[in-house]
């Protein structure tokens, strides 16, 4: 074989294979970089974004089980895969928790390194001027009379915030000085990317310790509720990390409510008039008065109490065959948001010892299903709203008696009877009526059903999240930082001052016997700065020179 035989054979050999270990560190590596860069970050904001338009369109189960439940059975085949999507629980979905752990990563992994860098660039000396300052976009040229040493401790005076530093240039008594500004900008912008961290990492600690329960209340200066445990709530939802137990004690009670409505039914205020007790007035037994409106939430002992929303529970009074009577005020759910037309059921047991049996008493319980109008129009016999405020109050409904389902043990529906016991025959329709306040009507046992009007209730929610000011304070940062970043400009400006020759044109001697040159560099956006660098070149040399030419 000869010597160029064995060159093309060593030339043509194959590289050695990576070992398992090593493409294993590669693909780590590759695939840390690519989550760690800004690109991925902005990707995933954008998809953070994006995942959040189904929990802000769809019916979500933490705020309304009832609507959801009808949604899917409104669509019998999207429904149900729309639900094995997780569509429902945007926000505590694997989808959405994945984008959002994911973000949070990317975010750390991209600011960790910008802050070592930024440190390092605080410390580094500015660079050096360019050899050429005329083909800056920005510069000057001129002579002074004054010496190098001269101008350049005047342009030092004058730059005063200004990170400076002189150095000896390449011609003889040269001097150079080189002046940066704007690291606010790098540091503006690391403050909102921190602070967005921070953002993320409160809400989740809210999410983890915190809890919200919602609770609806009669408007009638009634004995309220206090938040002893998650029982006393009518839905409740803890954070992952909190069983519901060591909530902020606080007693509240509805003195009254008022809605404020314009001409066309729309709602202008609600505003409800409690009173509260939290912290010593628990042991004193002291009433606090105060005032709720939407978006203007209490806030106590750590607790904020809002008003959620608000509707109407009528009144009936059942009396027995023997003249014992039973009265019920039960909230009905508003079903026509404008008018505030209103449906419920009620259950009704007669007394315990009006029968000789259990099951002859449960033959006999009452039930009321219908409708509520707070201001009735009749059509014929059928009966519909046309204003939210109640101004007539009626209500349309069908009586039956029979086995309710109170004694089964079952979740009942507090809105509708269960259909089954209808079509089973344990209930059994005895009337079909239209009341007014005040009116009754008398079933074939003897049984009088009364409607007495109907109350106001509201809705009140109460949130404790231990991480809400952080929250604030992480968004106050944002902001500022954000303003930070765009309103400040990263800056270079150069001086050279060296000496000139004696003679001047013609031979004769010029006086002026220092050049200064001057060039200036906007490191990001250049939008303004020229204007700036003509007031530095004034500042620094008017007081100095003699003549000089510009130029950009």
């Not at 902005?42 to 802000?56: D, E, Q, R």
């Not at 205020?269 to 042991?283: H, K, P, R």
């Not at 608000?310 to 059942?318: E, I, L, M, S």
């Not at 007669?350 to 707070?374: S, V």
Request: proline fraction near 6%.
């Amino acid at each position: 074989m000869t010597t160029t035989d064995q060159q093309k054979t060593e030339t043509s050999a194959p590289p050695p294979r990576q070992s398992t270990v090593g493409r294993a560190w590669a693909l780590l590596r590759n695939t840390w970089r690519g989550l760690t860069s800004m690109r991925t970050a902005l990707v995933l904001l954008f998809l953070l974004a994006l995942a959040a338009i189904p929990g802000a369109l769809l019916p979500q189960r933490s705020l309304n089980e009832q609507k959801v439940a009808q949604y899917i059975a409104n669509r019998p085949t999207l429904g149900p895969w729309m639900d094995r999507f997780e569509l429902f629980d945007v926000f505590s979905s694997f989808w959405f928790t994945a984008v959002y752990a994911l973000l949070f990563i990317s975010l750390v992994g991209c600011i960790l390194p910008r802050t070592f860098d930024h440190y390092r660039a605080l410390r580094t000396p500015p660079v050096r001027a360019p050899r050429n300052l005329g083909r800056l976009p920005h510069h000057y040229a001129g002579r002074v009379t004054q010496s190098p040493n001269e101008v350049i401790d005047y342009a030092r005076a004058q730059l005063r915030g200004w990170r400076l530093e002189v150095r000896p240039g390449s011609r003889e008594g040269e001097l150079a000085l080189s002046a940066e500004k704007g690291y606010t900008r790098e540091l503006g912008n690391l403050v909102f990317h921190l602070a967005l961290v921070g953002l993320l990492i409160a809400i989740a600690l809210g999410k983890l310790f915190g809890y919200e329960g919602n609770v609806i209340v009669l408007a009638n200066n009634g004995p309220g509720f206090c938040t002893t445990s998650p029982a006393v709530f009518d839905s409740f939802k803890a954070g992952n990390v909190n069983d519901g137990t060591g909530m902020t004690p606080i007693c509240v009670r509805v003195k009254n409510f008022k809605a404020d409505y314009l001409p066309n039914g729309q709602a202008e205020m609600f505003t409800a008039d409690i009173s509260y007790q939290a912290g010593e007035d628990l042991s004193s037994n002291t009433w606090r008065d105060t005032r709720l409106q939407v978006n203007h939430p209490l806030r106590v002992a750590g607790d904020r109490i809002y008003l959620q929303g608000h509707g109407y529970a009528p009144t009936f009074t059942v009396t027995f065959p023997d003249g014992r009577t039973r009265t019920e005020t039960i909230q009905w759910r508003p079903d026509d948001a404008s008018t505030f037309l209103s449906s419920g059921v009620f259950r009704i047991d007669p007394p315990g010892d009006m029968y000789a049996t259990d099951t002859e008493r449960r033959k006999n319980q009452i039930a009321i299903e219908g409708l509520f109008a707070p201001t009735a129009m009749f059509q014929g016999t059928l009966l519909t709203s046309v204003f939210p405020e109640m101004n007539d109050p009626a209500v349309a409904v069908d009586i039956y008696r029979g086995d309710t389902g109170l004694d089964t043990g079952k979740p009942q529906s507090l809105f509708a009877l269960d259909p089954e016991q209808i079509k089973q025959g344990r209930l059994t329709k005895e009337a079909r009526v239209n009341l007014r306040p005040g009116e009754s009507t008398t079933l074939p046992n003897g049984t009088e059903v009364t409607f007495d009007g109907a109350q106001e209730f509201v809705n009140l929610q109460v949130s404790h999240d231990p991480a809400q000011q952080w929250v604030l304070v992480s968004s106050l940062l944002m902001m500022a930082g954000l303003l930070v970043s765009l309103l400040i400009k990263r800056r270079r400006i150069w001086v050279r001052a060296y000496p000139a020759g004696d003679e001047g044109e013609a031979g004769t001697v010029d006086k002026r016997r220092t050049v200064v040159e001057m060039g200036g560099l906007a490191r990001t956006d250049q939008a303004g700065w020229g204007g700036e660098f003509d007031r530095l070149c004034a500042r620094l040399l008017d007081e100095q020179q003699d003549a000089g030419t510009t130029g950009e």
